[in-house]
Every structure is written in C-alpha cells, then in structure tokens.
C-alpha cells in the first residue's frame, strides 16, 4: 500500500513540474553543464551581441558578460531582477543590461546570439518573433524545445534537457 503512494505522490510530483515548466515558464535555472553546453554553442566573437531571453537570477549572463561583449538579459520577474543585478554588480561587470518586461514588448533585433529557456507554448511565439524581427546569421541558443520546421546545426542532451543550436 505504502508503495502505491509513493509511486502516486512521485507522480504527481512530475506533473506539478511538468506543468510548472512547460506551462508557465516559471523559474528554472539552467544547470553548470547546460550553460557549459550554451556557451560552446555561442562560440563568442568579440563583435557579438548576446540576449538571454527571461534571464532569471542573471548565471547565463554572468557567463557571456565574461567574454567582454554588450550582454542584454529580458526578464519580468523583479526579485529576480533585483538578484541579477546584485550578482553582476558584486563582479564588477559593467557590460550588462537588464531590461524589466515582458521578452515580447522588446525590440531585440541588434542581437546576434540569443538565448532562451522558455515554455514550450513561449518558444513557438519566440519562433514567430524572431522570423519576423531578427536579423539573418544570428545564432539561436533554445534550451529543452524546438522551433517547427528549423532544423539545428547543433544538439547536445544535458540528462533529458535538450539544448539546440539553430542559425536563422
Ligand atoms: C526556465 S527560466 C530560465 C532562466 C535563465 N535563462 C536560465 O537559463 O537560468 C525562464 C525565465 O523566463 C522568465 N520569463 C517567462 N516568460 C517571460 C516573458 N514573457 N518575458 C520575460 N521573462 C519571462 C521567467 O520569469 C524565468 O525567469
């Protein structure tokens, strides 16, 4: 009896995460080895402008802005702005700008890496924004979906979490 509880609580566990995940693009961090994977993917060059699409607490940025390039975080959440900030200023990081807002309401054509680590509902409205508003050659970092019909360059699995590279 006891078994079939556990097994019913880990199950609904899942679901509450899957859920959580998928549905609301809630506040998941990308793990030490999906950001080693993102930034291999990035391959930075000194002229690169780098987006993380709902940077969350900043860790994605804190990692690009380490390459000396223009680093730009989207994020609406503020405490989580609010962690991001206090993180970069601690290292003295002045190459990063976080917006406050919604990734939809901004303009993010002068990037040319992008990442994101969205909802699966958030990554086809991102495929439609970046068809219509970015610029040809920008690279497309998209962590655990995928854009219909565009096929990667590059696709690594971080345990079950996917991460691809797409170039539009
Ligand atoms: C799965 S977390 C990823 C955080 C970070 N990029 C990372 O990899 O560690 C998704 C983030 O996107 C933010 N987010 C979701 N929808 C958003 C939107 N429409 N505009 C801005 N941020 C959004 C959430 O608040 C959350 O911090």
Redo the contacts with the bound molecule.
Sequence with gaps: MQEIWLLLTLFFSFCLYYFL?NR???????SKQ??TV?MEFADIKSDDIFY??????????IEAAKKKIPVV?????RF?NWIAKRRIRRLNLKNVRIIQ??????DINEATII?????SG?AHRLQKKIEKEVKKGTSIIL??HSFKGWKPIKERRVGFIPVRLYVK
């Design positions: 995940k609301l693009a809630v506040f998941f961090p990308s999906i950001i993102v993380d699409l709902g940077s969350g607490d900043g860790r994605i940025l975080g989207i994020e609406k959440n989580l807002g919604d990734i939809f309401d901004q990442v994101a680590y969205l909802s958030l962590i655990d």
